[in-house]
């Protein structure tokens, strides 16, 4: 079974510009979770999409950064204009879950972003 | 907000020894999740830890569910280079389908 696919999975931008993230989840997954990884801490969730509809986005910086999942499939993630502090890990995870079950959360191997 | 709280934050030691690792929290946790992430790579699930006191074991990994439901410990027993990693420890949300992570304990292992 294939993994949660990212693309790129380097990027180095100048602050002021835009960037955007791919994500390709495992085939099936109701869920999908976008999240932040700073260097030496854990990630942390930015939002989460059931299907095609944002569960939560309340982690998300709203004024530079979006999110959208086409057709409850892929998803993109979006800052626009890049911060120095945006420096991080994007992790894209994606889980079965639908409500009510423990289940596990499937993480791909990120997109390193470096804004000087 | 439910904190976790990881320690230590680094650990380096010699191939053979052993170690523990902890995750504590302020509030009662429902279920406890223990990830190792190597680098250039995502979280990876280890382990998931629901009942309180539960001890769930992995080759040389050992996992302990407080009694309470506030902490859970990572015990590693004659660690390896392959060990090396960072560690996280995660509360899972069945309601919401959410994980909230601890800051990590990266562990480095030398032959």
């Known amino acids: 079974e294939a993994g949660v696919a990212q693309s790129p999975r380097y990027k180095i931008i100048e602050k002021r510009q835009s960037v955007a993230f791919w994500c390709n989840p495992i085939?099936?997954?109701?869920?999908l979770y976008w999240y932040q990884q700073i260097l030496g801490q854990g990630p942390k969730l930015l939002i989460q999409f059931q299907n095609n509809g944002v569960v939560d986005d309340s982690q998300l910086p709203k004024d530079r950064f979006s999110a959208e999942r086409l057709k409850g499939v892929d998803s993109t993630l979006k800052i626009q204009p890049a911060k120095l502090e945006d420096s991080a890990v994007y992790l894209c995870?994606?889980?079965?879950?639908?409500?009510?079950?423990?289940?596990?959360?499937?993480f791909g191997p990120g997109t390193r972003l470096t804004v000087t | 907000t439910q904190l976790l709280e990881q320690s230590p934050q680094f650990l380096s030691i010699q191939e053979g020894e052993n170690l523990t690792v902890y995750c504590n929290s302020s509030s009662v946790f429902s279920s406890l999740q223990w990830y190792r992430q190597e680098p250039g790579e995502g979280p990876v699930l280890l382990v998931t830890?629901?009942?309180?006191?539960e001890v769930k074991k992995l080759k040389r990994l050992t996992f302990q569910f407080g009694d309470a439901r506030k902490d859970s410990s990572l015990h590693i027993t004659a660690a390896q280079p392959g060990d090396t990693g960072l560690y996280l420890c995660?509360?899972?949300?069945?309601?919401?389908?959410?994980?909230?992570f601890g800051q990590g304990t990266t562990l480095q292992v030398k032959p």
């Open positions: 995660a509360l899972y949300s069945s309601n919401t389908g959410k994980l909230i």
């Open positions: 830890v629901v009942t309180g006191g």
């Open positions: 085939s099936g997954h109701a869920t």
């Open positions: 995870a994606s889980s079965p879950y639908s409500g009510g079950v423990l289940y596990e959360q499937y």
